[in-house]
């Protein structure tokens, strides 16, 4: 089946510094790529939508200036936090839905997810 | 907001079928079941979906109730590694996937 892969896996950076997550599809192109944050024993919360050539659309209270999303290819997307401080520590994960599958068999793919710790 | 409701959280035996509910009275007729689950610190996993027949791949199986507003996973011999958390989630088309807060279910020796 299809993959996403995310890199890194986990990362540990100190207060004020930017960190950068990649995520690619490996064996598909993604035009449209989602970004997810998850903290401890809560569900996925849904972060922005990523397309390929053009601005990401954030969801309601996610800061487009702290969290920066670049598309430039159909398979990465990369996910930068800026400026991060100890309240972004979380799990980051993406998803890419291979459009082969047709416009109602629209399975996302997920990473296996980023463990960010801001020290 | 997710529109579906799930228990938090359920207990099954090894070996035998877990079978895990899904509310979701407010669905429209275009929007699909989807499940998906969440082993401890990975990525979720896609399981199965369907729009109103019932379903079935070599995870699972999907039972859509008549009216479409709830649904059951069926994981007919459970075994520890099917410890998640599972997720059902309605969506239309390729919309973006909202999360609920899930069912973590418990496979027990």
């Not at chain 2, 499940?35 to 990975?42: E, G, L, M, P, T």
Request: net charge neutral; hydrophobic share 30%.
């Amino acid at each position: 089946g299809a993959v996403v892969s995310q890199h890194p896996s986990r990362v540990i950076c100190k207060s004020g510094t930017s960190v950068k997550i990649e995520c690619r599809s490996l064996d598909f192109q993604a035009t449209t790529m989602f970004w997810y944050r998850q903290f401890p024993k809560q569900s996925l919360m849904l972060m922005a939508t990523s397309n390929e050539g053009s601005k990401a659309t954030y969801e309601q209270g996610v800061e487009k200036d702290k969290f920066l999303i670049n598309h430039a290819s159909l398979t990465l997307s990369t996910l930068t936090v800026t400026s991060a401080h100890p309240e972004d520590s979380s799990f980051y994960i993406c998803s890419a839905r291979d459009p082969a599958g047709g416009p109602n068999t629209g399975e996302l793919f997920f990473g296996e997810g980023s463990r960010l710790t801001v020290l | 907001d997710a529109k579906t409701t799930q228990p938090p959280s359920m207990d099954c035996a090894e070996g035998r079928a877990a079978n895990l509910p899904c509310n979701h009275s407010t669905i429209s007729g275009n929007e699909y079941v989807y499940w998906y689950r969440q082993i401890h610190s990975q990525g979720p996993q896609y399981i199965i979906h369907g729009l109103k027949n019932n379903e079935t791949n070599e995870m699972a199986s999907l039972i859509i109730t008549e009216d479409r507003k709830s649904s059951t996973l069926i994981l007919p011999h459970a075994t520890l590694r099917d410890t998640a958390v599972y997720y059902c989630i309605v969506r239309w088309g390729t919309d973006k996937l909202i999360f609920g807060t899930g069912t973590r279910l418990q496979v027990f020796p």
